[in-house]
């Protein structure tokens, strides 16, 4: 029996040929797409209303044939959501949301609300798994399988990560985070990120320069969200122009070190082709330079 995800759009509007690309790559990977039509009722540059994504959001978890509930993309417009969300109800279905970006600030209260929560690749990300050169097919696949299997049931995956400085070579503690510039939008508000105690801290961004990089960090640091974590470990950062040749990891050492928290670098998870998933608030260990994150 192959397995049935329901889709929604928390965020931004999605074109509907990519959704419908996204849903093919899907289907090839032997998924069973369930839409809740229409998917989008678009107003301005989201998805739909607030009233029309909530209901959609409550619907998808709701769905009993279903094992997951997947965006199918980021953009902008989850934040708009989360005191609206019946967070019970979410918790009873017991079925992971799936994305990232400016899904993170989903993934993250529905950790603090008992929801399981992935974060890797968005739905329409699936038509990769048909489309472009040979190699990249068979990354993108390979992230999706990853995915599935984490649907399916308790797995274990490791991924590549580099100490930086002095940062020490074995941590524990749950992995949290996700987009950069999210979790920075969100300082002041009830929504705010605030690191589990213990927490190595995931950030990806993409597509901005590395002043405005600098700057989203310093809200992290100087608004109190990374006061209890244990590490910073950089994913990906796809696009995001130099100044000078100060590498990013220096800028971002320089800005934690109030807290005196580690950094790690070199995790295939963010915006770029390699975007592997993880469990959102599941136990990760830094070792022998991986990180594993045990089923």
């Known amino acids: 029996m192959p397995l049935a995800v329901s889709l929604i759009a928390p965020s931004s509007f999605t074109a509907p040929e990519a959704i419908d690309a996204g849903i093919r790559g899907l289907e090839a990977l032997g998924v069973e797409v369930r839409v809740e039509e229409p998917l989008q009722a678009p107003e301005r540059y989201l998805a739909g209303s607030r009233a029309h994504r909530l209901a959609r959001l409550h619907a998808a978890f709701d769905a009993p044939e279903t094992r997951a509930v997947w965006a199918v993309r980021g953009g902008y417009g989850a934040a708009q959501l989360i005191d609206g969300i019946d967070w ?4 009873r279905s017991n079925k992971p949301l799936i994305g990232y970006s400016d899904v993170t600030v989903l ?22 798994a048909l489309d472009g050169g040979g190699d990249e097919r068979d990354i993108v ?17 490791d991924y590549p990560i580099a100490p930086w400085a002095d940062a020490p070579p074995r941590l524990e503690g749950p992995v949290t985070g996700g987009n950069l510039a999210t979790l920075a ?8 990120f605030r690191a589990p105690p213990g927490s190595l801290v995931i950030l990806e961004d993409v597509g901005e320069p590395y002043y405005r990089l600098e700057r989203a960090l310093w809200q992290l640091v100087h608004g109190g969200a990374l006061d209890r974590a244990a590490a910073v470990c950089l994913g990906t950062f796809e ?23 580690p950094l790690y670098t070199g995790l295939p998870s963010g915006h770029g082709l390699h975007n592997r998933p993880w469990r959102y608030g599941a136990a990760g260990r830094i070792e022998g330079g991986r990180l594993t994150i045990p089923a």
Do not use: M
């Open 88 to 91: 019970a109800r979410l918790a």
């Open 107 to 128: 993934l993250d209260h529905c950790h603090r609300h008992g929801v399981p929560a992935i974060h890797g690749p968005v739905a329409k990300a699936a038509a990769g």
């Open 141 to 157: 696949r390979r992230q999706f399988e990853e995915t599935l299997a984490l649907i399916a049931g308790p797995t274990t995956l």
């Open 185 to 192: 939008s969100l300082i002041g508000t009830p929504a705010g």
């Open 239 to 261: 696009g995001c122009r130099p100044y000078g040749d100060t590498p990013l990891e220096a800028i971002v050492a320089e800005t934690l070190a109030p807290l005196g928290l």
